[in-house]
């Protein structure tokens, strides 16, 4: 299976994208796969990329996927006349009507595109001139409103711009926090459903260390808000998957693969503190904000590449290369982006959380040599979702002097850190 958020560099397929985030298969014969989220949807920047690929979102509908609307207080006043109030249906998040309409919008693109071709190449010769000449009479009318258009779009955008918490980088966001709080809960339903019959035990000593560390880290990083309004809970899944993601709404899903693969209570800190910087910094939203706009700008270009070609299978060729032109130029690079700030950020909150921050880079070092060890395939990291190990490595080593500067683990109330975790587990 596939280490979806933290590991991610390596394998890359061009079968799929959006929401659960490449990585590493590994011989399983009670194969799990994460189920698909948003743009990466609602699990974590990895928890959304599979492979590199897209998965497609399998939303709760239908019976049960939203409750009905149940019947609300009945108000006597005169006799013979009773008011009713109904209690408010409640409407599905707006990403998620996004990602349903998603695949309607396209085929309404390909749809009019063609219609247009078909119109063109239906008009008499004569009209087809008359139609360029008013074109060329108005080309600087058409020219000036497409620019107003793009000025507009750009205002738009200007509208939606979003500091990131921790870092404090400008984004942009089109879907909020908290709309995609309420599609984690529904997409935490769903998981929870797939891993029913997967779930460790709470009693269980590995679910412990990580309900421990978890709830460790979040005690530790109480300053930042985004940490402190939520509550954080633990699924560890009985699967040999190297894989671990978390939901915006803090649910953290982590693979027993995943235990085995780190070497001790410091590399789990780091990865957990990775997968919860997701969650803080809203990633999930934020990919999936970024996708929401290249795909209203491709929704165009695929309008003019199923007019312009001259025949179906011409189109059809061209928009897979659309396609991929945009995962690999938009995409990938804004995921492996996101992965690069998760493994900073998430480095900061193991450090305020006693771990040694050395542990970071030497995990990644480890998976590097993993790899190797098992041969599998590498592809370039331009083709992945995620930084190659190499890289993250060697991102997580050059600022290892300034966090290792402010780690706490020599503090007092650090002294405590390992000795926490073994009264744990014995
Ligand atoms: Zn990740």
């Avoid at 011989?27 to 189920?35: K, L």
């Avoid at 080309?139 to 990131?164: F, K, P, Y």
């Avoid at 339903?189 to 709470?202: D, G, I, N, S």
């Avoid at 992945?384 to 300034?402: A, E, G």
Wanted: proline letters at 7%; one cysteine or more; hydrophobic letters at 45%.
């Amino acid at each position: 299976m596939v280490l979806l958020c933290v590991l991610g560099s390596g394998r890359f397929s061009l079968a799929a994208a959006s929401l659960t985030r490449a990585a590493r298969a590994v011989h399983d014969t009670r194969r799990v796969s994460p189920r698909p989220l948003l743009p990466a949807g609602v699990a974590s920047q990895s928890s959304v990329l599979n492979n590199g690929r897209r998965t497609a979102f399998r939303p709760p509908v239908g019976p049960g996927a939203a409750s009905p609307p149940r019947p609300g207080p009945v108000l006597r006043g005169q006799p013979g006349r009773r008011f009713h109030t109904s209690a408010p249906a409640r409407a599905l998040p707006a990403p998620l009507v996004w990602l349903l309409l998603k695949p309607l919008q396209k085929l309404a693109a390909m749809i009019l595109g063609r219609s247009i071709r078909k119109w063109w190449v239906a008009l008499p010769v004569d009209r087809r001139q008359l139609l360029r000449e008013w074109v060329r009479r108005r080309r600087w009318r058409l020219a000036a409103g497409s620019g107003v258009a793009m000025v507009i779009a750009a205002l738009l955008l200007l509208t939606h711009l979003d500091e990131s918490p921790v870092t404090g980088r400008t984004r942009l966001l089109v879907f909020s926090r908290e709309k995609y709080m309420e599609l984690a809960a529904l997409t935490s339903e769903a998981y929870m459903e797939e891993f029913a019959e997967l779930l460790v035990a709470v009693t269980d000593p590995r679910h412990q260390v990580v309900e421990r560390l978890v709830q460790h880290l979040a005690q530790r990083n109480q300053d930042i808000p985004e940490v402190s309004e939520v509550t954080w809970s633990v699924h560890v899944v009985q699967s040999p998957n190297v894989n671990a993601f978390v939901l915006p709404n803090g649910k953290v899903f982590i693979f027993t693969g995943m235990l085995e693969a780190v070497a001790d209570v410091h590399q789990l800190t780091f990865v957990l503190g990775h997968e919860m910087a997701h969650a803080v910094l809203g990633h999930s939203a934020e990919q999936a904000s970024l996708s929401h706009v290249v795909d209203l700008l491709s929704l165009v270009l695929l309008t003019a590449i199923w007019a312009a070609c001259p025949r179906d299978s011409l189109a059809l060729l061209g928009q897979w290369v659309q396609d991929k032109l945009s995962q690999l130029m938009f995409s990938r690079p804004f995921s492996r982006k996101l992965e690069n700030e998760a493994d900073l950020v998430g480095l900061q909150l193991a450090a305020k959380a006693c771990a040694d921050v050395r542990a970071g880079p030497v995990f990644w070092q480890q998976m590097e040599i993993r790899d190797q060890l098992t041969g599998d395939p590498t592809f370039p990291e331009w083709l992945s979702t995620h930084p190659s190990h190499k890289n993250r490595f060697t991102q997580l080593d050059r600022v290892m002097p300034q966090v290792h500067a402010h780690t706490h683990t020599r503090s007092s109330n650090c002294r405590s850190f390992l000795f926490l975790f073994i009264t744990t587990v014995t």
